[in-house]
């Protein structure tokens, strides 16, 4: 009697661990699943705030340069009125 009550204890003791071990592995994969998940989706938002940062970087650069022409042509508008006045003076 004291050996069944034994291999009873062994084999409910067995089979609780199998029925716990298959719970943790359960519990794995859907948490493996989860990260992944996560992962892709924060990949997938840092590529669109990449882009609009390249967007942002192009137009800001496109704007910089037409300033740039802007201001040379300024200059050099000056530039010819300041030489004409000088010329206009030594005369």
Known sequence: MKKLATLLAAALLSLSLNLFAQGVGSD???AAKDTGHAT????????K???????ATG???????HEIKKGTKDVGHD???GAE???DKMK
């Open 79 to 81: 530039m010819k009125k």
């Open 85 to 87: 006045k000088t010329g």
């Open 49 to 55: 705030a990449a882009d609009k940062t390249g967007k």
């Open 40 to 47: 892709k989706t924060a990949a997938k938002d840092t590529e």
């Open 28 to 30: 794995m994969d859907k």
């Open 59 to 65: 137009k800001a650069a496109k704007k910089t340069g």
